[in-house]
């Protein structure tokens, strides 16, 4: 059995909580919060979870195995590094750290000490995305030419992230959990429009090899709620909705091919391919609920992480890169390859 203390019961923490209750072989021991009020709902609920507003009586519970942190992404690196120099094994919330020389720290020491080191990139155990992977490893999308993804909303203004470390990092996250492939450079621009605060709208181009190019459209100032991805391959298109209760994936067999002239090579002609679409059959298995199954057999090292520290270390690297071209009205920034 694997004890586990969670830190934090604020947005994300309740349903950390609740899968990781209902996972076989996993026991949670203790959540905290600086919140009496959040506490008392955990008691609420789970009578037999010790509750506290101190997170370090997680950290040096000798009992408890892992921790798992969901709190503020500021407060990231100092909890897991003291939860790792205590010898435990510990699952973040996303984004790992708010800067890549943090998760670099955390990674190295993770290492050292021979203890699993995973974030909660929720996307990546999705049944939609993970459909999405296998349509793409089978190769019937062909080459990817393209993903462009809108993922708005009005509100929750964050005081600590910009609306690009709060919401691009889901779709930076599926890119890299697609793709493995690192990016070129990455150009963004954005804007805050209240005052004394960090960017609500933001729009992120990254540049890979053989011509893939991805676009995010990020927004807290949205008067709807849109999670739509547009996925092109030469040989056929997927459209992604998530907000869609029935069909989230639709595959389309539409696209374009190209012939020269036999005249001039000069002269291209594009003909057009409309074929059907369908929507594939996704399982209901809530995506928490694989990530706490697969975060227990890692531990155990029965399988290696999805969602390792390495991959979490690409995200933030690249939010910080989009970041800093924002910075720079949109001049695209070279992205570091460093392994660390």
Same mark, same amino acid.
């Given at each position: ?16 909580v ?10 949670v021991?203790q959540?905290?919060d ?14 037999r ?26 407060t ?12 435990k094994?510990v ?6 750290? +708010? =800067? ?5 720290? *955390?990674?190295?020491?993770?290492? !050292?000490?021979n203890?699993? /080191?995973? %974030? ?8 939609a ?18 993903y +462009? =993804?809108v993922?708005?909303n009005?509100? *929750?203004?964050?005081?600590?992230? !910009?609306?690009?470390?709060? /919401?691009? %990092? ?8 697609l ?26 181009? *990254? ?19 849109i999670r ?21 994936v639709?595959?389309?067999d ?26 594939p ?11 706490t199954?697969?975060f227990?057999d ?34 695209p ?8």
């Open positions: 059995m694997i004890n586990v203390g969670i830190i934090g019961y604020g947005y994300w923490g309740p349903n950390l609740r899968n990781l209750n209902e996972t076989k072989g996993i026991s021991c959540v905290s600086l919140e009496e009020k959040k506490l008392q709902l955990v008691r609420a609920r789970y009578p979870i010790d509750i506290t507003t101190e997170s370090d009586e997680i950290i040096y519970n000798k009992s408890i195995d892992a921790v798992v942190i969901a709190t503020q992404v500021s990231h690196y100092e909890l897991a590094l003291k939860s790792l120099n205590a010898g094994h699952l973040i919330e996303k984004p790992m750290a +708010d =800067s890549s020389k943090k998760c670099e720290e *955390l990674i190295k020491l993770a290492n !050292n000490k203890l699993l /080191l995973m %974030v909660d990139h929720t996307f990546a155990y999705t049944s995305v993970r459909k999405i992977k296998e349509i793409i490893t089978r190769g019937e999308l062909g080459r990817i030419l393209y +462009d =993804s993922r708005v009005l509100g *929750l203004f964050q005081h600590d992230v !910009n609306v690009i470390w709060d /919401l691009a %990092v889901h779709d930076l996250s599926i890119l890299e959990y793709f493995n492939k690192q990016p070129l450079s990455i150009s963004a621009t954005g804007i805050s429009h209240i005052r004394d605060q960090l960017e609500n709208v933001a729009y992120i181009t *990254l540049f890979f090899e053989n011509s893939l190019i991805a676009h995010i459209h990020v927004n807290w100032m949205s008067p709807v709620k739509r991805t547009l996925l092109g391959g030469d040989k056929k298109m997927i459209v992604y909705d998530d907000l869609d209760p029935a069909e989230k639709k595959i389309y539409k696209g374009i091919h190209t012939f020269e002239n036999e005249e001039s090579i000069y002269n291209m002609k594009v003909g057009y391919r409309m074929g059907d679409m369908w929507a059959n996704l399982d209901n298995t809530e995506a928490l609920f694989r990530l199954n697969h227990r890692c531990i155990h090292g029965k399988d290696e992480p999805v969602t390792n520290s390495l991959s979490g270390l690409r995200v933030v690297r690249m939010m910080e890169a989009a970041t800093i071209s924002m910075g720079n009205n949109g001049k920034e070279k992205f570091n390859t460093r392994i660390l």
